[in-house]
Each structure stands twice: as C-alpha cells, then as structure tokens.
C-alpha cells in the first residue's frame, strides 16, 4: 500500500501539466499582456500593411494586388511561400481569379525583390480602389445579461480592396476583399462581398475566399496518408462551421492542400499539405438579380506562436471571446421537464429560492414552439411573465433536422432523388415550404411569448438536398448555402433581440452560444460516482478549443437512459453527497450544467447545499468564467483539476481541487500559474483559511501541500 501510495504521488506530480511560457521573439507574451497589441492599417502608393504587434500582412498593390507577406511577429516567422490571388470565383461556370501576380520564380520561399519583377494576370479582377474600414458588426449583439466585459465589435483596423472585372462578360460586377486585423489577438479576418452592377442575373457558383500558399510545417520524401502530416501551425474559424460541437469537426470551409505548382518541395509525389483553400464544400450556387449583392461567410486565421497545446488553445478560446463575446453569457440553468402551469411555477419558485438565473422547456416537457394558436401563446407568455417577475429567465426546446416531415419537405438525397441519405437519416429541409413556415412559426413564438432563450435541437448540419420544388433555394447547387443562411439569419435575429441560443454544432461566430461540452448520453445510466468521473474528464477534454462557458454539462436528477437506482440522484436528499459533487464539477469549472428534473430540491438540506453552492459561484463568478489551464485529467486514481487564471483580477488564480478516492489523500501539488501573471510570489488562500504568502519557482508554479477529504474537494485562490 505505501509502495502504491508513493506511485501515485510521483504520477501526480509528473502529470500536472505546465504549460510553456512564451517561445517567440516577442520581449511580452500576449497571453498574459496583451494591451501591447493595437492593430493599425498602412496604406501608401504600393502596399497596404495590417499589423497588431503580433502579425503583419503585406498585400502588393502593383501591378495589382495580391498577399505578398504574412509575418508571425510573435516567432519571427515569415509564414507566406509564394504569392495566390486573392481569391477565385466561378462565374456563370467560368473561373475568375481576384488580383494576384505571375511570374515567381521558386514557390519554396518569396524575396522581397521577387515581387517587385512579378507581373499582373490579364484575367483576373484588378485592383480599383482601397479604403480604410471600421471594424464590421456581422451580428448585432443586444446585452441582456451577464457577460464578460468585452468590446462589439472588437477593436482594430480594416481595409477594402475593390476589384473590377477584366472583361465583357464581367463587366459591371465587382468583388470587395474585407481585411481586419483586431487589437490584442494573433487573427487575422476576411470575407467578400460580391456585387452584380449588369442588367442580366448572374450564378455565383463557387467562391474561395482565402488561398494561401504558406512554408509548409514538415517536408517528407515518401508518400504517406493526409492526416499523418503536421500541418502549419494556424486554425481557421468562420461563421460557416456546421455538422460538428468542436473547431475541428465543424470546420466545413478550410482544407490543407498540395501545391503542384511548387516543384521544389522535398515530396517526391508533390503531395506536401501546404495551400491552404477557404471554400464551401459546394456551391455557393447562387443567382444575383441586377443590382443584387452576394456577401461570402467570413474567415479568421488563429496563426499561433508554437506547437503546445495549451498555447494554442488558449488562442482559439481568446479568439472565439473577442469573435463571438456571447459565448460568455453562461446563464445557470434548470430544465423543466414538466410544461403545465403548476410544475412550471413551482420550478420557478425553487430556481428562484436557490439563485438559479434561467428555466427552459426542455425536450419532452409538452411544451410546442409550433403551435401559434392566439390562446396557447397568451397561456405559454403568463408563465413566462411569471418567471420575470421572480427574476428568472425562459427558454423552451424545438426540434428541427432529426427527423421526418413528408416527401415533399424532406432533403432530397442527389444520389436517389428520394427522401433517405441525410446526416441524420431523414430531415426537413429549411428551404421547403415546411421550413419556412417553422421559421415563422419559431420566430412569432419568441416573439409573443417573450422567450430568452431557444434550445434548437439539431440545427442545420449541412445537408445538400436536390429538390427543385422548394421555394427557398433553386436546387441541388445553392440548396447548402440557402439552408445554411436560413439557420445563420435565425440566429442573428435571435441575438439581435438578447435570445440565448443553446445548439448542437459550431455556430458561435454566426450567434449561437453554447454546444456540449462533450458527452455520451447512454453514460447516464452509469452508476453516479462514474457519472461524476466521466463529467470532469468531458469538462477537460471540451475546453481545448471553445471557451468553458460556451460548452453546456448535463445532470438529470430523474432516472435518465436507464440505470435504475444506482444511476439516478432522485430522491435528492438521498444522494446529497452526489448532487454536490455535480455542482462543484460545474460550477467549479464555470461550466453551466441542464439541471434537468421537475425541481431543484426536496428538502431543506438539500435546498441549503444547492444554494451554497450557487452563491459561492457567483461570490468567484469573474476568475471561474476565466480561462483555465488544463492541470491534471480525472482518472478516478488520484486528485484532479484545472487551473483558472486572469491577470486583470485580484482573484489571479483559482483551483477546485477534486479527490475520487474513498480515504482522506495528502499530497503536494504543482500548480501552474504563469498566465496569471503571477512570478516571483503570491498569496494563497485554501477554502476560507488563512491567507499566506508563498513563493513561487522559476517556472511560475506553486507546490502546495494539500489535505483533501475523501470523495470531496477543496478551493485554493490565489492572489
């Protein structure tokens, strides 16, 4: 057993994860000082220039314009090869570059000097004019509630750039290139906007929006498979990610490609992944009336500054804050599962009681969004009513793409020309009759019931569908886009009215705020000290990527996939222990969960512990809602945590601290505390003890000798 015991403690402090400090060029890390990062646009008679102190992008304006630098100013990098317009489009089934040079000598590295020799491409757009821009609002943002204190849109700087046709065919069509570079964050933005001054309908029918040629991260001889090579080291997000809850899986529009063109490159096939394409799968396909407009879904490259995983992630995540900062609205939430009067106010009252901030409808309830009787919705708007009088806000569930309406609605599969082959078997599509009518349906339901929050189930996920006969797209080409646009509208609207928008799938920079975290639903029915297990290992592994607070935890109080009594917490005041080691998993990571059961307690205990629980949240609500630094994954072996860290607070630092073991375990602890800007020293506080000064090593980490109590937790702030 002492053989045993001193394993794990050497295990522990092995695994507790430290993540590296700055490895670039840069005298200050904008991670933990990021006031040093202003964007600002440069623009003279051959080049426009965006740079924040952290990257610069140099685009060539003669003899037409074309990307010709980007520099990682954090490593010192020049990230850019060769030189690709600045964008593509098909046109009436004919392809169009947008700028761009010819003439590179070598694709393997781009020379100041070169491009001064490099000549511009008859067919493409030329450059017209560039203008200076504002930072644009591509969601309108109504604050309703708490967030975190982030500005809307983010400061920076922005340039236009407006190319015209280069021939008779295109003559009066126009493209506008939008870059921004923001303040205090390595992203780089941009998007298109395509406009169709003829008097003759045009079809856009593809539109890449970034092609970059950039210094390839590996070089191999031999042929191996796409996903066994390292990639360069930037993430793309967009407001065009679907069918997938993480960066990765949503990413529709990024693909890294060969460059058959750079004939130096050290793989004998020519496959190095080294071009990156921003497009949509398929289409746009859509037709521009005369005078009509097209604007393309935006990009934003995340470049970073190293390899570490925490690093990285934690640039999507302040990425992802300053792109959408309504991803840091984390409402604490119950899920009623009950829709008639009395156990909805009854509910109420108890979120009330315990400082719960929100109540939703939620799936299986008997709530219907698409009822718009005049007398359903005037009974579903005095609940509603009665919940803001107690301080509460209201959300209700809708389901939309998982599952059947009839032929004449469905998604059409291209391949059988029946309904069949969707993401999810069968689905409606958004553009039939049916879709449109739901939008109204939904749109007019939160309107005069005066919902808060909409809890869309199976969100668009990317279906193409084939029918000619739907009256919001014209067939297989534009079906994707019009269906993607349907959803993106619906959610812009929803924010624009300060509606919370709970969604499965990646739509954070087109208005949703929050997807799973992460989870298996059958792993409910497990007995509840694995669920508890299972939950904090979900909290780690969904918080790389996306913010803590935009990934929601799910804790049914009531008998849930089944599992019978040993899975289920009801009655509460049975299984206190296991309600609380549920709030302190979530709260203590500022991860909401969906309570989800007909109430919040059953007895004054359990009462008491639930608003305990709350109240210390909101007493640490500011670092809790901070980032965190992944410290030491739950195995059920040995102590476990996370670490939150803001260097603009008192509280810099802050642990929960998670024991699984049936004994009372002691054991020194490494924490890591660099990006809360804390070095030489801090103060510690362990619970509500005494504050005490210890130093900290080299590396910005403190060793604690902890004692925690067995199967509970304990709290450390730092200061």
């Not at 604490?332 to 156990?343: Q, T």
């Not at 039939?432 to 199976?458: P, Q």
Request: hydrophobic residues 40%.
């Amino acid at each position: 057993m002492r053989y045993r015991s001193l394993l794990l403690v050497l295990g522990f402090l092995f695994a507790a994860r430290v993540s590296a400090g700055p490895v670039g060029v840069l005298e200050r890390d904008w991670l933990v000082d990021p006031a040093f990062s202003r964007a600002l646009v440069t623009i003279d008679a051959h080049r426009v220039v965006l740079e924040n102190g952290l990257l610069r992008r140099t685009i060539a304006r003669r003899p037409d314009a074309a990307t010709v630098g980007i520099e990682n100013l954090m490593t010192g990098e020049r990230m850019l090869r060769g030189v690709e317009p600045e964008a593509v489009l098909v046109i009436d089934g004919r392809e169009y570059r947008v700028g761009g040079l010819l003439g590179q000598r070598d694709r393997a590295y781009l020379l100041p000097e070169w491009t001064a020799a490099l000549t511009n491409d008859p067919g493409a757009f030329h450059l017209a004019d560039v203008r200076t821009a504002a930072p644009a609002e591509p969601v309108a943002w109504r604050r309703k509630r708490h967030a975190a204190d982030l500005r809307w849109p983010p400061s920076g700087s922005g340039v236009d750039l407006l190319f015209r046709g280069p021939d008779a065919a295109t003559h009066g069509i126009s493209v506008t290139v939008h870059h921004e570079i923001h303040d205090g964050i390595p992203v780089l933005s941009k998007w298109l906007v395509v406009s169709n001054g003829t008097d003759r309908a045009v079809t856009l029918d593809r539109c890449t929006v970034e092609r970059l040629a950039v210094v390839e991260a590996e070089a191999a001889v031999d042929e191996r498979a796409a996903v066994a090579w390292r990639t360069p080291a930037i993430d793309v997000l967009s407001d065009y990610m679907f069918k997938g809850m993480d960066a990765v899986t949503g990413n529709q529009i990024a693909s890294w490609r060969p460059d058959p063109a750079y004939r130096t490159q050290v793989s004998y096939e020519r496959k190095t992944p080294c071009l990156l394409v921003c497009e949509p799968p398929v289409g746009p396909g859509v037709v521009l009336p005369p005078g009509g407009t097209f604007a393309s879904f935006r990009v934003h490259l995340v470049v970073h500054d190293s390899y570490d995983r925490e690093r990285q992630g934690l640039a999507m995540r302040r990425a992802t804050r300053a792109l959408a900062p309504w991803t840091t609205e984390n409402p604490i939430m119950m899920h009623v599962r009950n829709a008639d009067r009395k156990s909805f106010r009854a509910a109420v009252d108890q979120c009330a009681e315990v400082g719960f901030e929100m109540i939703i409808y939620t799936f299986g309830s008997g709530l219907d969004m698409e009822r718009d009787e005049p007398s359903y919705l005037a009974q579903v708007k005095e609940d509603v009513d009665y919940a803001h009088g107690r301080g509460i806000e209201v959300g209700a569930y809708s389901l939309f793409s998982s599952r059947r309406i009839d032929d004449a609605n469905d998604v059409i599969n291209p391949k059988t020309g029946r309904p069949g082959g969707a993401v999810f078997g069968n689905a409606p599509c958004f553009g039939s009759a049916w879709g449109t009518n739901y939008l109204r349906k939904l749109t007019n339901f939160i309107a005069v019931t005066g919902l808060d929050l909409l809890e869309h189930d199976g969100p668009y996920p990317g279906d193409v569908c084939a029918s000619t006969n739907h009256p919001g797209h014209r067939g297989l080409a534009d079906s994707q886009w019009a269906n993607w646009k349907m959803t993106a509208d619906l959610y812009g609207w929803c924010r624009s009215r300060g509606v919370y928008i709970n969604q499965p799938d990646y739509y954070f920079l087109a208005g949703g705020t929050k997807t799973a975290m992460g989870y298996r639903e059958d792993n409910w029915s497990l007995p509840r000290a694995q669920q508890l297990i299972h939950a904090r290992q979900n909290i780690f592994d969904g918080t790389w990527t996306k913010p803590q607070t935009a990934g929601w935890m799910f804790v049914p109080l009531t008998e849930y996939q089944g599992g019978g009594a040993a899975a289920t917490i009801e009655p509460l005041k049975d299984h206190l222990a296991d309600y609380e080691g549920h709030l302190a998993n979530t709260l203590g990571t500022g991860v909401q969960a969906c309570w989800r059961g007909p109430r919040l307690y059953d007895a004054p205990e359990t009462r008491d512990v639930v608003k305990k629980w709350v109240a210390w949240f909101k007493r640490h609500r500011a670092i809790l809602e901070s980032d965190f630094i992944h410290a030491r994954r739950a195995d059920g072996c040995d102590l476990d945590f996370v670490v939150h860290v803001n260097p603009l607070l008192s509280e810099r630092a802050f642990a929960v601290i998670h024991n699984p073991l049936p004994e009372t375990a002691t054991r020194e602890v490494v924490v890591p505390l660099y990006y809360s800007g804390l070095h030489a020293s801090a103060v510690v506080r362990i619970g509500d003890g005494r504050a005490e000064r210890i130093r900290l090593d080299a590396a910005a980490r403190a060793r604690l000798k902890v004692t925690v109590p067995a199967a509970g937790r304990i709290w450390v702030a730092f200061e």
